[in-house]
């Protein structure tokens, strides 16, 4: 039987939804997948201004394709860019081969749309992937350079003024960027922010026209109240090389005009000949294939389809995040059910809401539809939406990398917790704390290995007092000998109740009550965490060690592991590892009934040296980076540039 072969060109949110899905689906079908593209990643588009705006590093939002990929053996994926569609031999051709399909699926997304504005290719600025976003990056920084140098005032101006020409999502995200760039670009450059201009220039009378009003006046107030200058109902005529022409006549002085006015189809397409719409969106029927190829199992989805969705006023599909990875689910459901039986879905948009970022600590969001909210819970909101689409995709490296670039890794406080959780410290001077807190484990657990021997005689080790005699030391209520399992202690405790009652009650009258305190007080008898064990927890004791066999066993066990995880600390050796075991261990010594108020300092401090305590005089330095690179290679593969056929 022949192997059904499909391809998907375009590895955007579309493509990756499309071919993770059609993966996962056909595993267990003869089916192989083909993915191309003409980079050997993924861009998260939705964050392209984080980069071009100085927030962010570019490997921040590339996710390689490899890694998203390396588990699914029915996908091949080939970094390659498609010259060509024989859509009756049904092949694909790309400048390094050609493809044979029985299914082809075209998520090759759009570009910037400049609507022929004289001027806009050869002295604007797009935002529409990772080489528009570190070009742009690159020449407002060295523009602001120059101008700071610069003593004629007017060009300093020009220079200083950054224009943006359009107000939809990525237009607004962009000047957000600026207003929160602008303090470090003036401080590396030595001059005053107040000098660096910022402005949004709009053809139609409102901004944000995707969002509800009252939501877009919130995002409007906000940008005014940075500074920010919006000219709406201005439509932008001609961009020259230091200056733009407003409709009106009147011209704004500038080096830096950034165009995210509107978005086209891909050119690429243009020579496919298939029926385009505005736009040069290629048209496509409610089952996402390609109007008047629908017998060659041509798909179109993402920013490249046009279709008019009947229960949204005929409107065509929206070029936003949702409608991409819906599209792309729709094709890959119907392919699905033309290779292993089924009934063909029609696509229906469900739009949950829409977002947008305006820099890195306010944002303005509208969820479900009903749910309207700004300022903090936005930006958290957003956060939480792109971490999901890493579950979605089943990466969780690339969750954890978006978690340590946006909340950690970050400089100049940029972002939504403004800086508290991005200082960069250095781990150096935890090493005292750390050989300190892995000695004072080393001591305590050495103490249930010596017993009542001597320290410097090993050979009076293991004895009586320590943990590995034949004693059960757990105070747990079903360990302890009753008197019955005594050998002959029967008699002789009914014959001496008398006296051991009275010295009980002498000892008890003896003791002082516990006094609460979190260091220890001369004369002072510590308290315990927990005076008796919870039940829930009593019940999780007795499961684990239901007689004292086991119990024996466990207090052995356990003395090791406490010498192990001290060793390990003190050498800085998984440190991170090491010392979350260290807060289990306290904690369940604690619902033992085994641990006191005055120690309670164990747990601070290992949460503390969490922080890689062990990359500084420790053997993490060397340790953790092999098995990074060791590991990811061989989950991962050999991660490159290009990946060929």
């Known amino acids: 039987m022949t192997k059904t072969e499909i391809v998907v060109v375009g590895a955007g949110y579309s493509g990756v939804a499309a071919t993770k899905m059609l993966s996962k689906k056909l595993k267990k079908q003869d089916v192989h997948i083909t993915l191309i593209d003409r980079h050997s990643y993924q861009t998260m588009m939705t964050e392209l201004h984080e980069v071009a705006g100085g927030r962010v590093e570019p490997e921040a939002i590339q996710y390689d394709l490899q890694r998203l990929f390396c588990k699914r053996k029915n996908v091949s994926v080939i970094t390659d860019e498609v010259v060509n569609v024989d859509k009756d031999k049904k092949v694909v051709t790309t400048r390094g081969g050609s493809f044979s399909f029985d299914y082809l699926v075209l998520g090759m997304g759009g570009e910037p749309n400049d609507f022929g504005t004289p001027g806009v290719k050869e002295n604007g600025f797009t935002l529409w992937s990772m080489e528009d976003a570190i070009k742009l990056r690159h020449h407002i920084e060295r523009t602001v350079a120059i101008a ?7 060009k300093r101006k020009a220079m200083l003024t950054f224009v943006v020409c359009g107000s939809g999502f990525t237009g607004i995200e962009m000047v957000g960027e600026l207003i929160d760039w602008k303090d470090r670009l003036a401080a590396d450059n030595k001059i005053s922010p107040d000098e660096i201009n910022l402005l949004v220039v709009e053809a139609a009378p409102t901004i944000l026209n995707m969002l509800d009003r009252n939501d877009a006046a919130k995002a409007e107030k906000y940008l005014v109240k940075k500074k920010v200058q919006i000219l709406k109902d201005t439509p932008i005529v001609e961009v ?7 409709k009106s006549g009147e011209e704004i002085a500038t080096n830096t005009l950034i165009w995210t006015a509107g978005v086209k189809a891909n050119s690429d397409a243009e020579e496919f000949g298939m029926e385009k719409a505005r736009a040069n969106r290629l048209i496509a029927n409610e089952y996402m294939q390609a109007k008047g190829f629908e017998d060659k199992n041509i798909y179109v989805v993402g920013d490249l389809v046009y279709f008019e969705e009947a229960d949204k006023e005929n409107r065509p599909t929206p070029q936003i995040v949702q409608a991409a990875e819906q599209t792309g689910h729709c094709a890959a459901k119907n392919i699905i059910a033309d290779v292993a039986g089924g009934e063909k879905e029609a696509f229906k948009g469900k739009y949950d809401g829409f977002m947008v970022s305006i820099g890195s600590k306010y944002a303005v969001a509208c969820v ?8 903090f819970f936005a930006m958290l909101m957003k956060h939480i939406i792109n971490l999901r689409y890493f579950f979605d995709v089943r990466s969780g ?6 978690i340590m670039h946006e909340f950690f890794r970050i400089k100049d406080e940029r972002n939504i917790f403004r800086g508290h959780t991005s200082r960069n410290s250095n781990v150096l001077w935890s090493v005292p704390l750390r050989i300190f807190y892995g000695s004072v484990w080393l001591v305590e657990s050495m103490k249930k290995v010596v017993g009542n021997g001597s320290v410097l005689k090993p050979g009076t080790w293991f004895g009586e007092g320590s943990w590995f005699t034949d004693t059960v030391v757990f105070p747990f209520p079903w360990l302890q000998q009753t008197a019955e399992a005594t050998s002959g202690a029967s008699g002789a405790a009914e014959a001496t109740s008398g006296a051991s009652g009275a010295v009980v009650e002498a000892a008890t009258a003896a003791v002082p009550d ?5 260091s220890y007080a001369y004369g002072e008898t510590p308290m315990t965490v927990f005076k008796s064990m919870p039940d829930w927890f009593a019940s999780i004791m007795k499961f684990m060690m239901p007689n004292q066999e086991v119990a024996l ?11 192990c995880i001290a060793l390990a600390i003190i050498v800085g050796l998984f440190t991170w590892l090491a010392n979350a075991a260290t807060i289990v261990l306290v904690f369940m010594f604690c619902l033992s009934g085994m641990f006191y108020w005055v120690n309670i300092w164990f747990l601070f401090v290992a949460f503390a040296l969490m922080n890689g305590s062990g990359r500084a005089f420790g053997l993490d330095k060397w340790v ?22």
């Open 553 to 563: 066993f466990m207090q052995k066990f356990m003395t090791i592991v406490e010498i």
């Open 514 to 518: 516990p006094t609460f305190g979190l």
């Open 148 to 154: 700071a140098l610069e003593p004629d005032a007017d």
């Open 624 to 645: 953790i980076p092999w098995i990074q690179r060791t590991l990811g290679k061989w989950w991962y593969g050999d991660i490159k540039a290009r990946y060929g056929h």
């Open 368 to 375: 479900f539809n009903k749910i309207h909210m700004s300022g």
């Open 397 to 402: 490296y690339y969750m954890f990398e978006y």
């Open 240 to 246: 020259a090389e230091n200056h733009i022409k407003l």
